[in-house]
């Protein structure tokens, strides 16, 4: 399920809210590594097994 602004849709750089996307660990690490300077790389399976949805916000492709 993805959530965006239609009357923009033009715009490349769009906002996009996905409900449980498919989310790479290397895409998850660089947003953690930009956002906590001491995360180390991980494998995001454990959190995925116990999760019932995530959100991912987009905008122009990468993660935001």
């Given at each position: 399920?993805?959530?965006?602004?239609?009357?923009?849709?033009?715009?490349?750089?769009?906002?996009?809210?996905?409900?449980?996307?498919?989310?790479?660990?290397a895409e998850?690490?660089?947003?953690?590594?930009?956002?906590?300077?001491?995360?180390?790389?991980?494998?995001?399976?454990?959190?995925?097994?116990?999760?019932?949805?995530?959100?991912?916000?987009?905008?122009?492709?990468?993660?935001?």
């Open positions: 399920m993805v959530i965006s602004d239609s009357s923009r849709a033009d715009d490349a750089d769009d906002e996009v809210l996905a409900v449980s996307p498919d989310l790479s660990d998850l690490n660089e947003l953690f590594g930009a956002s906590w300077p001491d995360h180390r790389p991980t494998s995001f399976a454990p959190v995925w097994s116990r999760s019932l949805v995530w959100i991912a916000a987009r905008r122009g492709g990468p993660l935001s």
